[in-house]
């Protein structure tokens, strides 16, 4: 039988070179997952004028933190409905009246239902997240 020996110092660089390498998938990871949930967000989003899809952005803030915003003011509205669609009840009761500059005119709405595009995004990125995770075994 082969004895196999390593010194500390050799056990030491061996022991660094395996973190920098999984250090390095775990910040791949993190670039991935980051672009796969602005990816989905955009490919969810519904479209009008683009302005909500053209919105949606990702930024590495570092090698493991990386943000995805969503610009646009009402981003919230289409996410979570209006009116009497809005989820939670919390929606206004009645209907309203606004003047619409795209339609040249006023229009009278009761809101508008739900359309997800950000929580899905997010889902899929967690699950991905996860799973590459494990695979690295952490």
């Given amino acids: 039988?082969?004895?196999?020996?390593?010194?500390?110092?050799?056990?030491?660089?061996?022991?660094?070179?395996?973190?920098?390498?999984?250090?390095?998938?775990?910040?791949?990871?993190?670039?991935?997952?980051a672009r796969l949930i602005q990816s989905e967000a955009k490919a969810l989003a519904p479209v009008d004028?683009?302005?909500?899809?053209?919105?949606?952005?990702?930024?590495?803030?570092?090698?493991?933190?990386?943000v995805v915003t969503v610009g646009a003011h009402y981003a919230v509205y289409v996410e979570h409905g209006t009116g009497i669609y809005a989820e939670n009840g919390n929606g206004r009761?009645?209907?309203?009246?606004?003047?619409?500059?795209?339609?040249?005119?006023?229009?009278?709405?009761?809101?508008?239902?739900?359309?997800k595009f950000w929580g899905p995004a997010v889902d899929a990125g967690q699950e991905y997240f996860k799973t590459e995770m494990r695979r690295l075994g952490l």
Wanted: proline residues 1%.
């Fill in 1 to 33: 039988m082969a004895k196999i020996t390593f010194s500390g110092r050799q056990l030491l660089r061996a022991a660094q070179r395996f973190e920098e390498g999984l250090l390095d998938k775990i910040s791949d990871i993190v670039y991935e997952t």
């Fill in 49 to 66: 004028d683009g302005s909500l899809k053209d919105s949606i952005e990702m930024k590495m803030l570092g090698k493991y933190n990386a």
């Fill in 93 to 115: 009761r009645t209907p309203w009246t606004y003047y619409s500059l795209k339609l040249g005119r006023y229009v009278t709405t009761e809101g508008m239902k739900a359309q």
